[in-house]
């Protein structure tokens, strides 16, 4: 995909967005799969500023509310190596779900608090 949006192959942008699409139409609601869908998307919306992929991924991903409490609690267990694109992303894909990340924070918030001390890290100031 990146290929085809750098040099501008039109007919090889629209196949890698099919291909996507049949991934997407195919995808279990397994965490393997949403994690390879949502990183993929996010990588084509950061590097490349297109959000086609991440609209297609992210409603999927959040079609199935226990689907999307899985990807967003195992995804959000390594929170401070996320960059705040992704979580920007996670916020969107949580939607009225917001709690489910904001757990997730407070959570490691508190563990760093008690670890490190007063210092908060610049992921944890994103938010």
Not at 103 to 127: C, D, M, W, Y
Request: hydrophobic letters at 45%.
């Amino acid at each position: 995909h990146k290929m085809a949006k750098v040099f501008n192959v039109v007919w090889l942008l629209g196949r890698c967005s099919g291909y996507f699409k049949d991934l997407v139409d195919e995808m279990s609601h397994s965490y393997e799969d949403m994690l390879y869908l949502f990183e993929e998307a996010s990588y084509v919306c950061t590097a490349l500023k297109e959000r086609g992929l991440i609209n297609l991924a992210l409603p999927k991903i959040g079609s199935d509310s226990g689907g999307k409490t899985l990807f967003l609690d195992k995804f959000l267990e390594d929170i401070t190596d996320l960059s705040t694109s992704q979580l920007d992303l996670v916020v969107e894909l949580a939607g009225r779900d917001l709690g489910l990340v904001v757990q997730s924070f407070t959570g490691k918030l508190k563990a760093h608090i008690a670890e490190q001390g007063a210092v908060l890290p610049n992921i944890f100031r994103h938010f």
